[in-house]
């Protein structure tokens, strides 16, 4: 945040309440630069083998690493095959509350309420134990892609994608083993990232989001099954959205509030009911977070069976099934449903059953993971199928060096005199980029428009 720009009166006024002596310190870190973090993708990368150089690591999470400068993240081709996530760090932290609170080897049903981007959905992709289904959601249809091409370079076959209003989910009441709201909030830790959100702050503006949170939760804690958890979190400091809200949940819908054991030295501080970050405390953004049990509730009931017609009237001939074997990896285990335009729809058969309960459930279902298309014999691989971690490791692919990786993103014409001729997967080290078919005089680039590099590239 520059120096020229001034924090609005009544914030500061609250924030000097709240703070106390600590005020000066907070606003002399709002006046550095945002610390720079990435979370590792540890499905696609092993970081003794992907990280050029030892990094500063993130004390509260596994694969969480500060960067000592921000590149231009796009001219990174590892970046466009998901081997990392662009995560402020503060909001990794939700990684050891979960492993403290949910330590379970079962696989569990987890619903990321309010995901779009979708940092906090590969977050928890990557945390949750095999087996595990995760529904992203996000409610702003103009926000959806982004999070549908976020998880899908991720790479997680067992994450889904969906949009609906909170209140929508009441079909699937008690189903969730794990609800995260991750609030639509007044962003007053996002002032130091983007000085923007400090002009469209007001009083009035933090009252309409603690209400719209209030809106969001009571929905949200139906969906929670007993014995399983509510994370509500932010990235603001007021109480009115944070502790307050807090509050309510557990005196009025009956939830038990968790304590998180933190040790002191990692700088998160404790509020009534739940945590927050500052920026002159440790190295990340301003983050709320609180954590609640359900303890009674009603467990989820539905009847699978009564549903199953919908998805087998769509299944594929199994000769096209015994196909498309050869593209996935030999331990996965899929089955498959083709669209009314004939994609063909990829699901781990251990989720069959959930995705029915949601499909039944939702009124348009919930996107599944696309793998392709026949065209007659021939089968046409999609990107999300590329960007998989159940693609076969085998086929047939083309290693390229940073600067014709580049030119693939911004699907360009590249030649490869020595590739076999048919698909090939674009690769730059070892991680998959999408699809090019070489037809001998020339190679057709698959990328899909929307994934396209938009910069110029010519300074690389
Ligand atoms: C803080 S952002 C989520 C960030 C995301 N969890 C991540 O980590 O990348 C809150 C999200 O809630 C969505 N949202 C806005 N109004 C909503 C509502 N009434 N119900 C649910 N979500 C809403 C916003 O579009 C936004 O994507």
Redesign the pocket.
Same mark, same amino acid.
């Given at each position: 945040m520059p120096q020229s720009v001034s924090l609005p009166a009544a914030f500061e006024a609250r924030l000097k309440a709240q703070l106390g002596t600590e005020f000066t310190p907070f606003e002399e870190a709002l006046r550095t630069p945002p610390p720079v973090s990435i979370r590792l993708n540890p499905a696609k990368v092993d970081a003794a083998r992907y990280l050029a150089a030892p990094l500063e690591r993130v004390p509260w999470h596994p694969a969480g690493y500060y960067l000592p400068e921000r590149p231009v993240f796009t001219l990174d081709p590892t970046f466009h095959a998901g081997a990392y996530y662009v995560?402020e760090a503060s909001?990794m932290i939700l990684h050891e509350v979960l492993t403290q609170l949910m330590p379970s080897p079962y696989p569990l049903r987890i619903l990321?309420? @309010?995901?779009?981007?979708?940092?906090?959905?590969t977050l928890l992709a990557s945390w949750m134990p095999p087996g595990s289904l995760l529904l992203a959601n996000?409610?702003?249809r103009s926000?959806v892609n982004v999070l549908k091409d976020n998880l899908a370079r991720w790479g997680s076959p067992d994450a889904f994608t969906c949009s609906y209003?909170?209140e929508a989910f009441s079909g699937l009441n008690g189903f969730f083993d794990v609800v995260?709201v991750?609030?639509? @909030?007044s962003g007053e830790g996002l002032f130091r990232k983007d000085p923007d959100a400090i002009q469209e702050w007001s009083e009035e503006h933090v009252q309409l989001c603690a209400a719209?949170q209030r809106?969001?939760l009571s929905a949200a804690v139906q969906l929670v099954a007993p014995g399983g958890l509510l994370l509500y979190s932010? @990235?603001t400091y007021n109480e009115l959205e944070n502790d307050q809200n807090a509050q309510w949940l557990a005196e009025t819908q009956k939830l038990t509030h968790q304590e998180v054991n933190l040790p002191t030295t990692l700088g998160v501080s404790t509020r009534h009911y739940g945590y927050q970050c500052y920026p002159h405390r440790l190295r990340g953004e301003g983050f709320y977070f609180a954590a609640f049990r359900q303890a009674r509730g009603v467990p989820f009931r539905g009847k699978a069976a009564r549903y199953m017609d919908k998805l087998k009237s769509k299944s594929l001939h199994k000769r096209e099934e015994a196909a498309l074997a050869d593209w996935l990896a030999g331990e996965s285990d899929f089955f498959f449903v083709q669209r009314p335009d004939d994609t063909v729809l990829g699901v781990p058969r251990p989720l069959k059953e959930d995705l029915l309960f949601l499909d039944a459930a939702l009124p348009q279902g919930v996107w599944l993971r696309e793998l392709g298309l026949f065209k007659g014999k021939e089968f046409i691989p999609a990107q999300d199928l590329a960007m998989s971690t159940a693609i076969a490791p085998d086929l047939p692919a083309a290693e390229l060096d940073r600067e014709t990786a580049l030119l693939f993103l911004k699907k360009e014409h590249i030649v490869l005199p020595e590739a076999p001729k048919g698909w090939l997967l674009a690769r730059h080290r070892g991680l998959n980029l999408g699809w090019m078919k070489n037809l001998g005089n020339r190679v057709n680039n698959y990328l899909p428009k929307d994934w396209r590099i938009r910069m110029d590239i010519r300074e690389v």
């Open positions: 995560q909001s990321d309420l @309010c995901a779009a981007p979708g940092g906090k959905s996000e409610v702003i926000r209003d909170p995260l991750d609030a639509p @909030c719209r809106r969001i932010t @990235c």
